[in-house]
C-alpha cells in the first residue's frame, strides 16, 4: 500500500514560506528515484540560510 503524498506547493522554487520556520516544497525538490523523498541539496539550502 503507497502512502498519499502531501499536497506540493506550485512555483518556481523549491519551498514555499509558510511561516514560523516552516515550508512546503514543491515537485523541484522532489527526489529523483521516489516521489516519497526529498532530494538533499535543497533542504541544505534551507539549513545554510
Do not use: C, V
Amino acid at each position: 500500500m503507497t502512502k498519499e503524498l502531501p499536497e506540493l506547493a506550485e512555483g518556481d522554487f523549491y519551498y514555499q514560506t509558510l511561516g514560523g520556520g516552516r515550508f512546503r516544497s514543491t515537485i523541484h525538490a522532489q527526489g529523483a528515484w521516489n516521489e516519497h523523498e526529498q532530494h538533499m541539496a535543497p533542504a541544505s539550502g534551507l539549513m545554510a540560510d
